[in-house]
C-alpha cells in the first residue's frame, strides 16, 4: 500500500511567487493534515480535512495561505505571495475516520522563499 | 492549550548505550501521547502512542515509554542504542476528547549515535 506523497519535494522560490504545494493521502484516509515545521521551530498544526471540507483551520497563518481538498482526494496548499518567513518543511498526514487512528506522515516539502 | 517540551534538542549516545529522550507535555483534558521519528529524507514514523490504556507503553525498534501524569512526563527509552537509531524524535500530544486528533509537537530531539 502506497504511503502518503507529497509532491515536489524541494522548491526555491523568488519572496512574492506563488507556490502550490500537493498532498496525496493513503487510499480511503479522509482526514487530511498540514503541517509545517520553520527552521528551528517546532512542527505545527495548519488544517484539518475530513473528506473535503475544513474541519479545522486554527493554524493558518495568514489569508496568503489556501489549502484545498477537491473530492475529498489530494490537498493542495497555495501560498501566495510567498514571503520569506514561509521556509520550512510543509508535511501532510492522512488519517482513517474514525477516533484515535495513527496518522500516517509523508515525507514534507522543503519550502525555500528566497 | 497543550503543549509540549522537549528537554535537549540534541543527544550524543555510544552504541549499546541506553536512550533517554525526555518529554513533558501540558494538558488541560486527558491527552494521547506520541513518540514519532523521522529518519533523514523520510516522513514521520509512528514509534509508539498512549492512549490511556497501560502507562507503560512498547513501541517498535525496541524503544519503550512510561506515562507519568504526576509528573506530566513521557520519556522515550531505549536500552541499547544501535547506529540505526540515528534520527530526530518527536513527543506530541492530543486531545482525547477532540475529534479531529490534531497534534501539538514539541521540538524535536536529534539523536547521534557514536560507535
Known amino acids: 500500500e502506497a504511503g502518503v506523497t507529497q509532491f515536489p519535494s524541494h522548491s526555491v522560490i523568488e519572496k512574492g511567487q506563488t507556490v502550490t504545494l500537493r498532498c496525496d493521502p493513503i487510499?480511503?484516509?479522509?482526514?487530511l493534515y498540514w503541517y509545517r515545521r520553520v527552521m528551528g521551530k517546532e512542527i505545527k498544526f495548519l488544517l484539518h480535512f475530513v473528506k473535503e471540507s475544513k474541519q479545522d483551520e486554527s493554524g493558518m497563518p495568514n489569508n496568503r495561505f489556501l489549502a484545498e481538498r477537491t473530492g475529498g482526494t489530494y490537498s493542495t496548499l497555495k501560498v501566495q505571495p510567498a514571503e520569506l518567513e514561509d521556509s520550512g518543511v510543509y508535511f501532510c498526514a492522512s488519517r482513517l475516520g474514525g477516533f484515535n487512528n495513527e496518522q500516517f506522515f509523508g515525507p514534507g516539502t522543503r519550502l525555500t522563499v528566497l | 492549550a497543550q503543549s509540549v517540551t522537549q528537554l535537549g534538542s540534541h543527544v550524543s549516545v555510544s552504541e549499546g548505550a541506553l536512550v533517554l529522550l525526555r518529554c513533558n507535555y501540558s494538558?488541560?483534558?486527558?491527552?494521547?501521547l506520541f513518540w514519532y521519528v523521522q529518519y533523514p529524507n523520510q516522513g514521520l514514523q509512528l514509534l509508539l502512542k498512549?492512549?490511556?490504556?497501560?502507562?507503560l507503553v512498547k513501541g517498535i525498534n525496541g524503544f519503550e515509554a512510561e506515562f507519568k501524569k504526576s509528573e506530566t512526563s513521557f520519556h522515550l527509552t531505549k536500552p541499547s542504542a544501535h547506529m540505526s537509531d540515528a534520527a530526530e524524535y518527536f513527543c506530541?500530544?492530543?486531545?482525547?476528547?477532540?475529534?479531529?486528533?490534531?497534534?501539538?509537537f514539541g521540538g524535536g530531539t536529534r539523536v547521534l549515535v557514536k560507535p
Open positions: 506530541a500530544v492530543s486531545d482525547q476528547a477532540a475529534a479531529g486528533n490534531k497534534l501539538t
Open positions: 494538558s488541560s483534558v486527558p491527552p494521547y
Open positions: 487510499s480511503g484516509h479522509d482526514n
Open positions: 498512549y492512549t490511556s490504556a497501560a502507562t
